[in-house]
């Protein structure tokens, strides 16, 4: 027999030996857990999203897991970076009435991160530490489309909330809201001011839920001793505002990019006070984690006419619009102005952002929004289902 018939043939796969092909698969492993650690420390650029937000590692102990009801909106998806930016677990609840999937589709690949399509009006079973309940629509025409479904929202959702809060002895926060002073007879409006507000009025589904939100608060809190924060949010403003949410920052700014009238409902004398939503989300953040479980306002107290700030807009935006009156909105508040003397000293917060850099930075976001759509109406006063979605 030959020399060459004795010797056994080289294993070989498509010409590459055994020993060829196991290198190349411990190459490829490597790689696999080299990517799945990358993506465990960031999130991934999306158009909605272009810029990588990284995380922490923090160890079990300091690390806890936290519910974002309503958080796949404009406010909670912020909470959610800075939450994963921390190095917690996050859970988004969101049923996408308001809220996109946009807004939150950059964390989607991370194992700290988790995604619930869920209304709050249904009970739900979860372990979590914190809860931060943001879900309700918080526009007039979007909270005006289904009364009785806001109505529901603030009641039995918060209900549903506390009851969780109690089951698994969470922490939560409550996001109310600056309309529950209705329309001010006090100037600014401090946490004392018990307010002036229609019980029959088209806003009344949003500004009374929220009232009747706190109160469940405070009766889990005194009768099941749950522990509760609670902040009263003044006008917020930044990118993933709802483009279609009718509120005077995002209809203001998307009729002046497209150079179209910009509408104001009255004669502009009514005033506003604006916050970036960065600022807020701090209050919110320390809020949670301090001491204080009186309710407090969070705003900025810097206060603009409405006719003053579509003069501002559009000068920022260089726009040809027109800005054109229209017939005032039933129950809109002539005056709106936090008193913030609780924040301060409490949890040592107040506004950073100045309101110009604020829309500098949203007035960037919504030219990418309507390069992308092409076109976008604003909305008006009138009661309208949110557009887009998840």
């Given at each position: ?9 080289a294993a070989t796969n498509g010409g590459i030996s055994n020993h060829d092909d196991q290198e ?57 970076d800075r939450l994963m930016s921390e190095g917690h677990e996050v859970v988004v609840l969101d ?196 001491n204080y479980d009186s309710p407090v306002n969070l705003g900025n107290p810097d206060e603009y ?86």
């Amino acid at each position: 027999m030959s020399d060459s018939a004795k010797r056994p043939a080289a294993a070989t796969n498509g010409g590459i030996s055994n020993h060829d092909d196991q290198e190349t698969k411990r190459a490829r492993l490597a790689q696999i857990v080299q990517d799945q650690q990358l993506l465990a420390s960031q999130s991934i650029p999306t158009p909605h999203t272009p810029k990588v937000i990284q995380t922490v590692r923090l160890p079990d102990a300091l690390r806890k897991k936290i519910l974002i009801t309503g958080g796949a909106g404009f406010v909670g998806s912020h909470l959610t970076d800075r939450l994963m930016s921390e190095g917690h677990e996050v859970v988004v609840l969101d049923n996408f009435f308001t809220g996109r999937k946009a807004n939150v589709e950059h964390w989607l690949h991370h194992p700290n991160f988790s995604l619930i399509r869920h209304d709050v009006i249904q009970p739900i079973l979860l372990e979590v530490d914190q809860i931060y309940h943001l879900a309700c629509p918080a526009s007039p025409p979007h909270y005006q489309y289904n009364p009785v479904k806001t109505i529901k929202t603030s009641t039995m959702g918060t209900i549903n909330m506390l009851g969780l809060a109690k089951r698994v002895k969470a922490r939560i926060l409550l996001a109310s809201t600056s309309e529950i002073y209705g329309d001010p007879e006090v100037h600014p409006q401090p946490e004392t001011y018990w307010g002036n507000v229609n019980t029959l009025g088209p806003r009344s589904c949003y500004d009374e839920g929220k009232r009747v939100a706190e109160t469940m608060m405070y009766a889990y809190k005194n009768q099941n001793d749950v522990s509760i924060r609670i902040a009263r949010i003044f006008n917020t403003f930044g990118p993933r505002m709802h483009p279609n949410d009718g509120r005077v920052v995002s209809n203001f700014i998307i009729q002046s990019l497209q150079n179209k009238n910009i509408t104001i409902y009255g004669d502009g004398s009514q005033t506003r006070s604006f916050q970036y939503v960065d600022d807020l989300v701090n209050g919110l953040t320390k809020l949670m984690n301090g001491n204080y479980d009186s309710p407090v306002n969070l705003g900025n107290p810097d206060e603009y006419s409405i006719k003053d700030f579509a003069t501002k807009i559009k000068e920022f935006t260089q726009s040809s619009s027109e800005i054109s009156f229209l017939p005032k909105v039933a129950d809109d508040p002539t005056q709106r102005k936090p008193d913030i003397s609780t924040a301060k000293r409490e949890l040592d917060w107040e506004p950073r952002v100045h309101v110009e850099d604020g829309l500098r930075k949203t007035i960037e976001y919504f030219k990418g929004e309507v390069e992308a759509a092409g076109e976008i109406i604003p909305t008006g006063p009138d009661a309208v289902k949110p557009k887009g979605g998840a």
